[in-house]
């Protein structure tokens, strides 16, 4: 045998053999709590804020994804019940209550809600859908959960290593592309940090601090380097508490000066993958025995059943791949949004459009304005004129109505300008194309978006 295909077997034996190895599961049963509470919050609290009632009640149009024009809010105030029911679900993963049931319950539930309007979109609100699959796949209701009360057989005090990387890994992946999408010229001159600060220097206590100079240059680099370093860092023993306390800091002024719902806390929350799980153990658990103290030998695991394998390899593949499709487009993806959802580029830009359609009826020669005030909420509009998917969906239901009323062959051109980071105000739609004629291809550029200035122009 091949020196190096021997070398490869052993490499190979011995990570499945790490990967499979018995680990006390106290930062499992952590997080699963954690999780729970905090998917508990975000659907409570996506009542109490207003933002099922903005999102869902208030819009004649919720404008779903494209292909997923079937999945509407429940009519009236139906989506408040709707989220009730999610937030239930919630209570009962942190409780570890029929877990695979709720967790699996929630998860169709929350990608429904997400797929169903996009003009809310939130990095965090796609990151809870693939931490939602990976909590379908483990066993995190096998300690310190009713289901144990329920049934005692299932009660361990382990759990296989892999059930730590598979976070790990999703983290360490949304992290490098956020660092990686940071690195581009507005970025790097601190536009959009200066632009979102300079209305927010009348907050309590950081508002003095946010009206500085330099602190812009701070979250602009320091945010590059945490997301590019804070996951090997907390890897690391010699650095993990340094890292865990610059975790703590940088999601807290992140909390505090965003507001961005759970996702900070949701990171702090998975950091306890990171740490030593008996140390985990002995903080959290200290009446729970230690996997050294338990009778040899113990529990033998091994990987995932093949299907299961199979599926969190590609899981796992479309998520390094996918943030990569908008190489295949053309233009700033800032601008244009192609390959701009679900590719973890946080917070980038600021961006505004003003947007109003000319319709022509070519039976009649008939011309007229129509403004998208007259069928979208003003949260609506705002999102719309900036997100050329959007303006298309906008068309499409343009066509719909003035076709059940009999106007045929229906021309739509589009006014629009907007400014990406504070640039001036330019064109962004060729108003010479008549969007009713546009189909869309999702791996297509759409032509009829006008390519950004640049700033010498």
């Not at 659907?43 to 999945?71: N, Q, R």
């Not at 008939?366 to 900036?386: F, G, I």
Request: glycine share 6%.
């Amino acid at each position: 045998m091949p020196i190096t295909t021997s070398i490869h077997e052993n490499i190979s034996s011995r990570l499945l053999r790490y990967l499979s190895s018995p680990v006390d599961n106290s930062p499992l049963i952590v997080f699963r709590i954690i999780f729970g509470l905090l998917i508990f919050l975000e659907s409570i609290g996506a009542i109490f804020t207003g933002w099922v009632k903005e999102t869902f009640i208030d819009p004649v149009y919720p404008l779903p994804f494209i292909g997923f024009e079937w999945l509407q809010p429940l009519p009236g105030y139906g989506m408040y019940g709707y989220y009730v029911v999610m937030s239930g679900f919630g209570l009962m993963v942190m409780l570890g209550l029929f877990y695979r049931f709720s967790i699996t319950a929630f998860t169709l539930m929350w990608t429904a809600t997400y797929l169903m309007q996009k003009f809310n979109y939130n990095n965090h609100y796609y990151l809870l859908i693939l931490l939602c699959v990976l909590m379908m796949l483990v066993p995190a209701h096998h300690y310190a959960s009713l289901d144990v009360k329920r049934k005692p057989a299932i009660r361990s005090l382990t759990c296989p290593r892999w059930c730590f990387w598979l976070f790990i890994l999703q983290l360490w992946i949304v992290f490098t592309y956020a660092a990686i999408a940071k690195i581009q010229p507005d970025w790097l001159s601190a536009k959009p940090i200066a632009l979102w600060f300079q209305y927010k220097t009348d907050y309590p206590i950081l508002g003095p601090l946010l009206a500085t100079n330099w602190i812009k240059w701070v979250v602009a680099y320091g945010g590059i380097f945490f997301d590019l370093l804070i996951v090997p860092l907390l890897l690391w023993k010699k650095t993990r508490m340094l890292a865990f306390v610059a975790s703590l800091v940088f999601h807290g002024f992140n909390s505090a000066v965003f507001q961005i719902g759970i996702f900070p806390y949701l990171m702090i929350g998975a950091d306890v993958f990171f740490f030593e799980p008996e140390k985990v153990r002995r903080f959290f658990f200290k009446k729970k025995t230690p996997i050294s103290a338990l009778p040899s030998p113990l529990p033998s695991y091994s990987l995932p059943n093949p299907a299961i394998t199979v599926f969190l390899v590609l899981f796992f593949v479309l998520q390094v791949v996918l943030p990569l499709r908008h190489l295949l487009f053309p233009g700033d993806v800032n601008w244009t949004e192609e390959g701009h959802r679900m590719s973890w580029r946080m917070m980038l830009r600021s961006k505004g459009g003003n947007l109003s359609f000319n319709l022509r009826n070519p039976q009649t020669n008939e011309q007229w304005k129509v403004y998208l005030s007259d069928y979208l909420t003003d949260v609506q509009a705002a999102d719309v004129a900036t997100h050329p998917d959007m303006i298309w969906q906008v068309v499409q239901l343009l066509k719909k109505k003035y076709g059940a009323e009999g106007i045929q062959n229906l021309e739509i051109y589009a006014i629009s300008e907007a400014s990406l980071n504070g640039r001036p105000y330019q064109p962004f739609i060729d108003p010479t194309v008549d969007l009713a004629k546009v189909d869309w291809e999702a791996f297509k550029h759409a032509h009829w978006i006008l390519p950004m200035k640049s700033d010498e122009q």
